[in-house]
């Protein structure tokens, strides 16, 4: 077994809206969005298919909409030193894009390809040096989140 417990937050577990405030989860994860800079939870669509992870199927996203930051376009989870943060990502166009993940100071502290959209989703896997809340986000422009774990 694993020495960690697993924490999720899955677009399947979410409602299709437009969040303009922020949103915690069950698991602890912080969706952060304003007015002027919402997470959309979407239903998926042909042009973001495939969107299969092992044997999940997702028939949702979270349209991060734009560049993130602390405040605005990002998700968040506590986490303690040595456990992993997964990111299951992709770009919305067919040009890939970059996810990033910061600490709680605003630095980026791994990155990694969101894939562009017509290929499978892609996994950003990163090492939690200290305990702390980090956040997951777009560098510049729209990915669609699929699932964050951490364990």
């Known amino acids: 077994g694993s020495a960690f417990a697993e924490k999720y937050v899955s677009a399947n577990d979410l409602d299709v809206k437009d969040l303009s405030t922020n949103v915690t989860t069950e698991d602890g994860f912080v969706l952060h969005s304003t007015a ?13 298919s495939p969107s299969t992870v092992g044997n999940e199927t997702f028939t949702k996203r979270i349209n991060l909409g734009g560049a993130g930051n602390l405040t605005s376009r990002s998700i968040s989870i506590k986490a303690k030193a040595g456990e992993t943060l997964k990111v299951y990502s992709k770009s919305t166009a067919d040009a890939e894009r970059v996810v990033n993940i910061l600490n709680q100071d605003g630095e980026v502290v791994a990155s990694g390809p969101a894939v562009g959209r017509a290929n499978a989703i892609g996994e950003l896997k990163f090492k939690i040096p200290a305990a702390g809340e980090y956040y997951v986000v777009s560098k510049t422009s729209g990915i669609n989140v699929f699932e964050v774990v951490l364990e």
Do not use: F
Request: charged share 40%; no cysteine; proline share 8%.
């Open 36 to 48: 002027d800079k919402p997470i959309k939870i979407q239903a998926n669509d042909a042009k973001a």
